[in-house]
């Protein structure tokens, strides 16, 4: 599955003109009726004008396929955490309402009987058990069950904040999960030394997980090169990038037959020129000068194996 495509198709193209002459001449089309500009995130060529210009450095730093993934499998977490959210809202809300109540034993024999029916619709039996906890209360001052609520509001909006920054896949918000979840940790462990159940160890392998995944495929705290390394993937990925090396696949091609390349931007290019082309490789140009098109619309170019690249410097904002 193209993830780029995927993610074009659902909120758009990005397309950008460069400033650069030889980028330029590769990252545009024309066609008899329209301009065509490549899309930076999936690389198809889309009618209209660019939605930017400037230096190629200036040019939005785009997530692209695995990246692209990555995003979808952390909304997967988002979801648990936003569970999680909803449930300790609900439990904290319970507590809430029996440290007010004026009888807690008379509000507990009120409503046992509707959690008792809402539970088992839900397909959950309520066993003796979890009732005598629930009897227990009964001997919990009003005062410590809103300190027990208060601290249960607490975990639901650490979650809810946990839910949205995993959902924006932000850096600060996976930073800010890795972080809350790992500390949790210890707390499970003590919780599994007491007694094992399969939500706990639900919990506590999906709590592994995220923070393994954010450590190793978003290299927070410095694992695999850190944020140096994640933003140098992202910019070797970039259609810019590509752009740039299948034109120095082509000068080092022209250089090394002796022929003289157009000028940038000409849209032509000499027999000896166009020939070179097509040995730099599949994408590199058509023999119209420009990138070759695939059912009437152009595709991105691509270098030849093993064709130095040329790295364009970027400062840019976060991936879009």
């Known amino acids: 599955m193209d993830w780029s495509l995927y993610r074009c198709g659902r909120v758009g193209h990005i397309t950008?003109?460069?400033?650069?002459?030889?980028?330029?001449?590769?990252?545009?089309?024309?066609?008899?009726a329209v301009e065509l500009w490549q899309c930076l995130r999936c690389g198809t060529y889309v009618t209209g004008a660019p939605h930017a210009s400037g230096r190629a450095a200036s040019a939005p730093a785009v997530k692209r396929g695995k990246q692209i993934r990555g995003d979808l499998i952390l909304k997967l977490f988002a979801i648990e955490r936003a569970i999680r959210v909803l449930i300790f809202g609900a439990l904290a809300y319970g507590i809430w309402r029996y440290a007010s109540s004026?009888?807690?034993?008379?509000?507990?024999?009120n409503?046992?009987?509707i959690v008792r029916t809402f539970a088992k619709q839900l397909g959950f039996t309520l066993n003796h058990a979890l009732l005598d906890k629930i009897q227990n209360l009964l001997h919990v001052s009003a005062s410590n069950l809103r300190l027990l609520a208060a601290g249960i509001s607490a975990l639901a909006i650490i979650s809810a904040i946990e839910a949205f920054a995993l959902w924006q896949a932000k850096r600060w918000g996976e930073y800010f999960a890795m972080i809350v979840t790992s500390l949790g940790l210890p707390f499970e462990v003590?919780?599994?030394?007491?007694?094992v159940t399969v939500t706990k160890i639900i919990l506590f392998a999906l709590n592994i997980l995220l923070v393994a995944y954010l450590a190793y495929t978003r290299r927070l705290?410095?694992?695999?090169?850190?944020k140096e390394a994640y933003e140098a993937r992202l910019r070797a990925e970039s259609v810019l990038d590509e752009a740039e090396k299948a034109a120095a696949a082509l000068r080092a091609t022209v250089a090394k037959d002796g022929t003289t390349?157009?000028?940038?931007?000409?849209?032509?290019?000499?027999?000896?020129?166009?020939?070179?082309v097509g040995r730099a490789g599949p994408g590199a140009a058509g023999p119209d000068g420009r990138a070759p098109h695939a059912a009437g619309v152009?595709?991105?170019?691509r270098p030849s194996q093993g064709s130095e690249p040329a790295t364009i410097p970027r400062d840019m904002p976060g991936p879009t």
């Open 102 to 109: 004026h009888s807690i034993a008379q509000a507990i024999k």
């Open 190 to 195: 003590y919780e599994l030394s007491k007694s």
């Open 261 to 276: 390349a157009p000028a940038a931007g000409s849209g032509v290019r000499s027999p000896e020129a166009q020939g070179a």
């Open 221 to 226: 705290f410095g694992a695999r090169g850190g």
């Open 298 to 301: 152009p595709s991105a170019g």
């Open 111 to 113: 409503d046992i009987p």
């Open 16 to 32: 950008y003109a460069p400033d650069e002459p030889h980028l330029r001449e590769h990252m545009r089309a024309q066609t008899a």
